[in-house]
């Protein structure tokens, strides 16, 4: 029994660490129209516009993943499964995306005239210099790595994320501070409103705030909280308090709450938050835009050379891609 629900605690991580974790600094996944050709060099993936993507990008970036994930959840992670889904399959699914994209990515760079500057491309030769110098030489030749490759890599990347800032800059996208505000609470939750009415009691003859809490709900009685996370009638009694205020009897859900506001105003939080939700929405307006283009893109891909590649048996590289490529082009 144990084990089971141990089991199940790793399926719920793996479910919600996958939908964020796989790299963060390019953050584009979504699907276009693929077929199959026999055309193919032994070291491509995939061809779009007049591009190839070789199996030397996807494995650095399977590296990466296969990295960031047995730090999660160990080594054993690549015998679980998400739904029908072998955990090895979805990541490399997820990896074939990201290189997608950003490959049709320079296809639209490319039609819209974007090019990189001349502190970019030296940014990208910095980067393919270090990246290449950290492989061992078995690396470079399981790989088959050449410093050329690398700095081709590095120059879609650094493309589909120049596509992408330019594009976003000039829209019209604001998120007020009001709107990001983080907030701390502590609330007490009844399930009738005769227990509400004996917690209200209970204050009233100034019982501390969080005791009275804890007695009701000792598992959760204090949280931050983000606009839009909570029940309509909550979020607003909640919002409406100033640092110290506590609310009378508010009904949410089903049950009751008396809700103390500890802080109105986390400003790092509401900060990261803001920062989040602009990016959020820069990603919605880009999309709006891309996609139509996107759909239009045929990518012929080498399915042969990609089943055989399994991500559990790919090399873990001392450098990280994602990391590099961040030091050097974000």
Same mark, same amino acid.
């Given at each position: 029994?144990?084990?089971?629900?141990?089991?199940?605690?790793?399926?719920?991580?793996?479910?919600?660490?996958?939908?964020?974790?796989?790299?963060?600094?390019?953050?584009?996944?979504?699907?276009?129209?693929?077929?199959?050709? !026999?055309?193919?060099?032994?070291?491509?993936?995939?061809? !779009?516009?007049?591009? !190839?993507?070789?199996?030397?990008?996807?494995?650095?970036?399977?590296?990466?993943?296969?990295?960031?994930?047995? &730090?999660?959840?160990?080594?054993?992670?690549?015998?679980?499964?998400?739904?029908?889904?072998?955990?090895?399959?979805?990541?490399?699914?997820?990896?074939?995306?990201?290189?997608?994209?950003?490959?049709?990515?320079?296809?639209?760079?490319?039609?819209?005239?974007?090019?990189?500057?001349?502190?970019?491309?030296?940014?990208? @030769?910095?980067?393919?210099?270090?990246?290449?110098?950290?492989?061992?030489?078995?690396?470079?030749?399981?790989?088959?790595?050449?410093?050329?490759?690398?700095?081709?890599?590095?120059?879609?990347?650094?493309?589909?994320?120049?596509?992408?800032?330019?594009?976003?800059?000039?829209?019209?996208?604001?998120?007020?501070?009001?709107? &990001?505000?983080?907030?701390?609470?502590?609330?007490?939750?009844?399930?009738?409103?005769?227990?509400? @009415? &004996?917690?209200?009691?209970?204050?009233?003859?100034? @019982?501390?705030?969080?005791?009275? &809490?804890?007695?009701?709900?000792?598992?959760?009685?204090?949280?931050?909280?983000?606009?839009?996370?909570?029940?309509?009638?909550?979020?607003?009694?909640?919002?409406?308090?100033?640092?110290?205020?506590?609310?009378?009897?508010?009904?949410?859900?089903?049950?009751?709450?008396?809700?103390?506001?500890?802080?109105?105003?986390?400003?790092?939080?509401?900060?990261?938050?803001?920062?989040?939700?602009?990016?959020?929405?820069?990603?919605?307006?880009?999309?709006?835009?891309? @996609?139509?283009?996107?759909?239009?893109?045929?990518?012929?891909?080498?399915?042969?050379?990609?089943?055989?590649?399994?991500?559990?048996?790919?090399?873990?590289?001392?450098?990280?891609?994602?990391?590099?490529?961040?030091?050097?082009?974000?």
């Amino acid at each position: 029994m144990r084990k089971q629900r141990k089991m199940r605690l790793i399926a719920l991580l793996i479910t919600a660490v996958a939908a964020l974790l796989i790299f963060g600094y390019i953050r584009f996944f979504n699907g276009k129209l693929i077929y199959i050709s !026999t055309g193919f060099g032994k070291d491509d993936l995939f061809k !779009t516009g007049n591009n !190839t993507a070789t199996l030397m990008e996807a494995k650095i970036l399977l590296s990466d993943a296969k990295t960031e994930y047995e &730090a999660l959840f160990g080594s054993d992670i690549w015998q679980q499964s998400i739904g029908d889904v072998s955990f090895d399959d979805f990541v490399k699914d997820q990896v074939k995306t990201k290189l997608e994209r950003v490959y049709c990515m320079n296809v639209m760079a490319d039609k819209n005239g974007v090019v990189l500057s001349r502190n970019q491309r030296d940014a990208v @030769e910095d980067a393919a210099d270090e990246y290449y110098g950290a492989l061992t030489e078995d690396q470079i030749k399981e790989l088959n790595v050449t410093k050329e490759k690398l700095v081709n890599m590095f120059t879609r990347f650094a493309v589909a994320q120049t596509l992408y800032n330019d594009m976003t800059e000039s829209m019209d996208i604001e998120v007020s501070y009001d709107e &990001a505000r983080v907030i701390t609470i502590q609330y007490i939750c009844a399930d009738t409103m005769e227990d509400i @009415e &004996a917690a209200k009691k209970r204050l009233d003859n100034n @019982e501390i705030f969080y005791v009275v &809490a804890r007695d009701y709900n000792p598992d959760e009685y204090e949280r931050e909280c983000r606009r839009g996370e909570l029940d309509e009638s909550f979020e607003e009694a909640a919002y409406n308090l100033a640092s110290g205020e506590v609310s009378g009897i508010i009904e949410a859900g089903g049950k009751y709450y008396i809700i103390k506001c500890s802080s109105d105003n986390d400003k790092s939080k509401t900060e990261a938050n803001r920062t989040a939700i602009l990016e959020r929405r820069r990603l919605e307006a880009f999309n709006q835009e891309f @996609e139509p283009f996107e759909a239009k893109q045929f990518v012929e891909f080498n399915s042969k050379a990609w089943d055989k590649i399994k991500t559990s048996s790919v090399g873990t590289i001392s450098v990280k891609f994602e990391e590099i490529y961040n030091s050097y082009l974000n």
